[in-house]
T-cell receptor, first 113, second 110 residues
């Protein structure tokens, strides 16, 4: 089966610009998660979709971040406008149900200059 | 926020030695999971241990869970250079999310 894929793998943008990250989960995985790791610190939860619905978005840092999962398939995470502190690696993960392993993509390394 | 905390932050050993990493957490959990991340790649699931389990094995990996101390350990036996990676524990409480720590960077020297 195809794994979780993320695009792009790297993105370098200037402060104030907009960036959209995309995640394609494993087919049939209703649960999709976004995480972020900044400067080698802990991997922080951003939000969780169940199908197309936001189950938990308590980790979203502010309203500059917008996540969508139209149709319950792929998901996008838009940062607008980007700030320097948004730099980091953004991971997407999916799984079939709760209390099971997460399957991660390779991440998108975002650098805001 | 509650999160797993790995100890040590960095560990350097020689090939063939055993590596032990510890994880502490703060709440009651449904399960605790261990992941590995190679540089530039995504996290890969290693082992899931449920709250009613005390020990699990998978190949050269052994995970223990002590719910009274809210701690877990990951033992890698007979380490290889290819085991060099970051290792994370993640706690799952009531579903929805897994909460990760900062990880342990393991370096296995040939």
């Amino acid at each position: 089966e195809a794994g979780v894929t993320q695009f792009p793998s790297h993105s370098v943008i200037e402060k104030g610009q907009t960036v959209t990250l995309r995640c394609d989960p494993i087919s049939g995985h209703d649960n999709l998660y976004w995480y972020r790791r900044v400067m080698g610190k802990e991997i922080k939860f951003l939000l969780h979709f169940v199908k197309e619905s936001k189950q938990d978005e308590s980790g979203m840092p502010n309203n500059r971040f917008l996540a969508e999962r139209t149709g319950g398939t792929y998901s996008t995470l838009k940062v607008q406008p980007a700030e320097l502190e948004d730099s980091g690696v953004y991971f997407c993960a999916s799984r079939v149900g709760f209390y099971s392993p997460l399957h991660f993509g390779n991440g998108t390394r975002l650098t805001v200059t | 926020s509650q999160q797993g905390e790995e100890d040590p932050q960095a560990l350097s050993i020689q090939e063939g030695e055993n590596a032990t990493m510890n994880c502490s957490y703060k709440t009651s959990i449904n399960n605790l999971q261990w992941y590995r991340q190679n540089s530039g790649r995504g996290l890969v699931h290693l082992i899931l241990i449920r709250s009613n389990e005390r020990e699990k094995h998978s190949g050269r990996l052994r995970v223990t869970l002590d719910t009274s101390k809210k701690s877990s350990s990951l033992l890698i036996t007979a380490s290889r250079a290819a085991d060099t990676a970051s290792y994370f524990c993640a706690e799952e409480t009531s579903g929805s999310r897994l909460t990760f720590g900062e990880g342990t960077q393991l370096t296995v020297n040939p």
